[in-house]
């Protein structure tokens, strides 16, 4: 199936099983908001749990926060986002539609390095266990040209992103024969620099009004509160804190389902360093996020880091972690090594002193700062994309959900096998026993083929059927959705059974 159809298939998949509805959709939507259903706010908070946990209780030193979405506006003149939070936007003439002139270069790079990636996969096919790939990528002609096409683009785009020479973006579009991808012309207008950031008023009479901005990421929260938290919680450098909240741009394109929002949440860990040790923390920051990522259990070449070639003034190193997502490699999560740049502009724009007393060394300093940001949006995505499978059966196709246990939404069903005989009420005790530790659905429609086949598609890691030796001999049998077996157990057996596969800590272990 073309990745395309995969994809417009797991949208729908999130809308009829209550992961993901459009905002307002009774008024046909608004553009890039959305709402999480009954099943989506749970894996939400599923994955916010498994952030939070491994950032507050797997370190000592790191703790949490949670700073208002209003903020001073000076805060964003000091963040710089008042002056370049911008995309740059180009019009194309004839559809109306609009894009981000850097977003389509970036397209057209990422053709090429898909042109070579196929000629690679192609020949791995041919010439199976033989095959040298290195050899391959150095010397084949279409692999190499097409990775010098590549690379002549980034470099051109980072260089006219530095300069913000908008002119020059829009010569990289001409040149390259870029299209719009509606209407097929190159009518483009001029570029213009378009600012993401929301703005409201504040206040009760019009001329008393402040203007106030609706966050775009929350770091800034935590750099304002930096000394609150140091002197409060008595923090030694090096430290960090963590948080999670809601974040909003005014994104100009918005086109990939809840990948690029305008309303999100994100999770952001700052951690404080001596000056000059940011780049180790950096590398450890680095190998750590990848590690929890990789714990969920999917394919782990879908993930990648992609170093940044062009860094921004401020910052000494940065790297995205991407996933294959069905339209791509996509960042999933920045890491980035700031230097002192963030606490000394709030220094400087504030008067106060954004300063750390260091009883080891006898000196005060601007701390430096490595920060882990991703979005939960975007990891709830790349989750249900790992997670969304079809598989032949011998009666029809059976669409399943195969979620990590410990963020699955429900953990089990209890089905009596019949609504009679007093089946009923012995799924219904079993719940009661179970539902304190564990989110259980009791359903009793339908043959046990469509519940099973219900769950599968939510991603519930287990059934339990009740049948009548249930009431005889206290077993049931569990099902499991990942391989279809099924087994006899005990009753009394089920909270270890459940509690063994589905906790967090199964997850969190594999961090530590
Ligand atoms: P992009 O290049 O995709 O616009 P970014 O580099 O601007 O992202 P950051 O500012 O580094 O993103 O934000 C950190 C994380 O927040 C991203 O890795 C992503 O997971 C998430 N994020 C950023 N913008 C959005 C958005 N509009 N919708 C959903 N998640 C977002």
Redo the contacts with the bound molecule.
Sequence with gaps: MAQEDVFKKLVAHCKEYGYVFPSSEIYDGLGAVYDYGQNGVELKNNIKKYWWDSMILLRENVVGLDSAIFMHPTVWKASGHVDAFNDPLIDNKDSKKRYRADALIEELAAKYEEKAEKEVEKARQRFGERFDEALFRQTNPQVTANIEKRNALVARLSAALNANDLAELRQIIIDNKIACPLCGTCNWTEVRQFNLMFATEMGSTAEGATKVYLRP?TAQGIFVNFLNVQKSGRMKVPFGIAQIGK?F?N?II?RQF?????E?E?MEMQYFVRPGQGLDAFRQWKEARMKWHRALGFNPADYRFHDHEKLAHYANAAT?IEYRFPFGF?????I?SRTDFDLSRHQEFSGKKMQYFDPELNESYVPHVVET???V???FLQVIAAAYREEATDAATRVLLALPPALAPVKLAVMPLVKKDGLPEKALEIIRQLRFDHRCQYDEKDSIGKRYRRQDAIGTPFCITVDHDSLEDNTVTIRYRDTMQQERVAIDQLPAIIDEKTSLKTLLRALD
Excluded: L, M, N, W
């Design positions: 990421e974040a741009r994104e918005a809840i990948f690029r929002v305008r999100f994100q995205d996509k960042e999933v999560e920045g980035h940001s991703i979005g949006d975007r990891v």
